[in-house]
C-alpha cells in the first residue's frame, strides 16, 4: 500500500485508518471502472487514500466541497477548530489546508478540486463513475442531496461509500445511516461489510427496483 502514514497522521480530520484504508482498497477496485468522486474533502486526509489509489491506477478523484465547513463545524459548535477560521472573512476555510495536503503527499496531478457546493457540480455532471464517497453534510437534507445527485452516475460494479453510518442515534446522527438504509432499499446495491463507520455499498449490474 503506496500511502505515507507520516503525512496522513498529521492531517485534521475525522477519518480512522481503518476506514482510511477500506477508501483505498475500494477506490483502486474502482477506479479500473472510472474516476472517482468524493463529496466533503476537509482538510484532505480521505483525499490522500482515495487519490492515491486512483494515482496509482492512472485515474482521477474529483474532490467536491465548498471549503467553508459542514454544519458541526461552525463557530460555537461540536466540532469548531479555530485554526481554520478566517478571522478576515468570518468564514471557516479548509482550502489552504487541502491544498497543502494535495502538494505533501504529491497527488495534484491527480485530485481535481471543485470548490462548490456538490449539488452545484451535479447539475450538468455527465461522466460515469467508479465511486462516489459521501462525507459532506451530516443534516439528512444535505445527506440526501449528496446521494440524489451522484448516485446515478456510478457505473454498474462501482461502489457507493457513506461515512458516518450508525444504526445506535445514541452515538451519532441519523442521516447518513437513513440515506444508506434508503440506497439499500432502492434494491441497486449489494450491501458489503461495514468498515467502522464506513458504509460500503456496491452497484448491482442490474438493479432490482431501478435505481
Excluded at 479500473?32 to 489509489?53: D, H, M, N, Q
Excluded at 478576515?88 to 494535495?102: A, E, G, I, N, Y
Excluded at 437513513?178 to 468498515?195: C, H, K, N, Q
Amino acid at each position: 500500500m503506496d500511502l505515507d502514514k507520516n503525512i496522513i497522521r498529521d492531517v485534521k480530520g475525522f477519518l480512522d485508518e481503518a476506514e482510511g484504508e477500506a477508501l483505498y482498497r475500494y477506490s483502486l477496485l474502482a477506479s479500473r471502472l472510472g474516476p472517482c468522486v468524493e463529496i466533503g474533502s476537509y482538510c484532505g486526509k480521505s483525499a490522500i487514500f482515495l487519490g492515491t489509489a486512483c494515482r496509482r491506477a492512472g485515474e482521477v478523484l474529483f474532490s467536491i466541497d465548498h471549503h467553508q465547513g459542514s454544519e458541526e463545524q461552525q463557530p460555537g459548535e461540536l466540532y469548531f477548530d479555530p485554526a481554520v477560521f478566517d478571522c478576515q472573512t468570518f468564514l471557516v476555510d479548509t482550502f489552504p489546508d487541502f491544498r497543502k495536503t494535495l502538494a505533501l503527499a504529491g497527488l495534484e496531478n491527480t485530485v481535481v478540486p471543485m470548490i462548490c457546493r456538490s449539488e452545484l457540480a451535479a447539475r450538468s455532471w455527465a461522466t460515469p463513475l467508479g465511486l462516489v464517497f459521501i462525507d459532506g453534510g451530516h443534516s439528512y437534507e444535505a445527506t440526501r442531496k449528496d446521494y440524489d445527485g451522484w448516485h446515478k452516475h456510478i457505473l454498474p460494479g462501482g461502489y457507493l461509500l457513506i461515512h458516518d453510518i450508525f444504526s445506535d442515534p445514541a452515538k451519532g446522527g441519523q442521516a447518513p445511516y437513513d440515506v444508506y438504509s434508503y440506497a439499500i432499499a432502492s434494491g441497486a446495491y449489494r450491501e458489503l461489510p461495514m468498515v467502522g463507520t464506513l458504509g460500503i455499498l456496491q452497484k448491482r449490474q442490474r438493479a432490482e427496483n431501478g435505481g
